[in-house]
Nanobody, 117 residues
């Protein structure tokens, strides 16, 4: 069983920064890809960013140039650095991962990010 635990959410002013962390209970070498999604109130969950084992990244147009996803294999952790935050970035951010051998997806419980004016 794979557990993903997010942290780092909170309240930040518009224009500010936050860094989210997603710690996995297994070696992230078997998790590919890993990603971040978000869901705002009344809206569908949307993909924010993904990263593969080889380090290839992908971003939604809404966050491209402001957010950076990265991974630290030694800590089994994926990060999401969020800069220049906007009001519309307010959402619950969840980490996801696909197990390459079990071929199933895992999700964290989510962490709230609130951007205020």
């Amino acid at each position: 069983q794979v557990q993903l635990v997010e942290s780092g959410g909170g309240l930040v002013q518009s224009g500010g920064s936050l860094r989210l962390s997603c710690a996995a209970s297994v070696s992230i070498g078997v998790l590919n890809p890993m990603g971040w999604h978000r869901q705002a109130p009344g809206k569908q969950r949307e993909l924010v960013a993904t990263i593969t084992n080889s380090g290839t990244t992908n971003y939604s147009d809404a966050v491209k140039g402001r957010f950076t996803i990265s991974r630290d294999n030694t800590k089994n952790t994926v990060y999401l650095q969020m800069n220049s935050l906007k009001l519309e970035d307010t959402a619950v951010y969840s980490c996801s991962a696909r197990h390459v051998y079990l071929r199933r997806d895992y999700w964290g419980q989510g962490t709230q990010v609130t951007v205020s004016s």
